[in-house]
């Protein structure tokens, strides 16, 4: 298996699984169990999306998932600070910041990779 802990993709997903681990345990039992959950499942698809396309030959179609997989994340995220489970606006900002730079960071890296961009 390649090693991934040196990507700046993989710090920055690390960092916001943190992030959203340290915020949904100040959820309300009713938020966290239902989409503190998701919000934590969604963080950690995307770390092994990084290290499974890091892995890969033709990372093409796992980039597509991955670029998927966090805007649906900045979903439940925009979904949790409507429903005021965040304690603040900040913390949802860190998180959608956070999100945004890996979905940047997704997208170039697919752009690197060769040939046409797969439909997911």
Known sequence: ?????????????????LHVEQQVQGFSNKHRAAIGADLRHATQAILRLIVRANSEADRRLTLSTLSAQVEEFLILARLSKDLKAFSGLSAYEQCAN???????????????????????
């Open 98 to 120: 956070l999100a945004c730079s890996l979905g940047r960071q997704t997208e170039g890296w697919l752009r690197s990779v060769k040939g046409p961009r797969p439909d997911v």
């Open 1 to 17: 298996m390649a090693r991934y802990q040196h990507l700046p993709i993989y710090a920055e997903a690390y960092r916001l699984a």
